[in-house]
């Protein structure tokens, strides 16, 4: 199994231009999470799906933040416009169910200047 | 409010010294603690899982430990390698798909 996929890997964007990280779930796994790690934070839960639904987005920090589950096997998270205060790495984690061990994938850092 | 704290934020050791991360939590109600690895660029990565019941477990050269009563947790690395320079994440469940997650203690190891 090739484990929880992102992309990009890096990027890097000036500020208030659109952002899109993309993630690509372990097959079977119906639970799905967007985190954001930064020094002063740590790791902060942004938005979780189940069976491809939002069910808890109330950590999206503001409504330039937007996420989407179309299918089982993809999912985006969106930023537009995105600022500095966006940099930062975001991490996508996926489990068989709600409860279960998230594995996490190899993150996207961002860096908006 | 449900808090994890780590200690000591970073260390060094020696290549083949032992060492002992700590953790304490508040998080209420408790289902289970798990230690995650995190290597520089990549994501975290699961070492152990407690639960209630258990008050150690072993992963290879990691041992956990858990007191339940008291809200501790420790993670002691047996003969450090290069390659346990990382930073170790404390993260607790409380039973749904939310986690709490410490901020970390930063391993590093010199030959």
């Known amino acids: 199994d090739a484990g929880v996929i992102q992309s990009p890997r890096h990027e890097v964007t000036e500020m208030g231009q659109e952002v899109t990280l993309r993630c690509k779930p372990i097959s079977g796994h119906n639970s799905l999470f967007w985190y954001r790690q930064t020094m002063m934070r740590g790791l902060e839960l942004l938005i979780y799906?189940?069976?491809?639904?939002?069910?808890?987005d109330s950590g999206m920090p503001e409504d330039r933040f937007s996420a989407k589950m179309p299918n089982a096997s993809f999912s985006t998270l969106k930023i537009q416009p995105s600022e500095p205060r966006d940099s930062a790495v975001y991490f996508c984690?996926?489990?068989?169910?709600?409860?279960?061990?998230?594995?996490f994938g190899p993150g996207t850092r961002l860096t908006v200047l | 409010k449900n808090q994890v704290e780590q200690s000591p934020q970073s260390l060094i050791i020696l290549e083949g010294k032992n060492c002992t991360l700590q953790c304490n939590y508040t998080v209420s109600p408790f289902s289970n603690l798990r230690w995650y690895k995190q290597d520089t660029g990549r994501g975290p990565v699961s070492l152990t899982i407690?639960?209630?019941?258990?008050n150690t477990k072993s992963n290879g050269r990691y041992t956990a430990t858990l007191d339940a009563d008291t809200k501790q947790s420790s993670l002691h690395i047996t003969a450090s390698q290069l390659s346990d320079s990382a930073s170790y994440i404390c993260?607790?469940?409380?039973?749904?798909?939310?986690?709490?997650f410490g901020a970390g203690t930063t391993v590093t190891v010199r030959a």
């Open positions: 993260v607790v469940s409380g039973g749904d798909y939310k986690l709490s």
């Open positions: 407690m639960t209630f019941s258990e």
């Open positions: 984690a996926s489990s068989l169910n709600p409860t279960n061990e998230q594995f």
């Open positions: 799906f189940n069976n491809n639904v939002p069910i808890d």
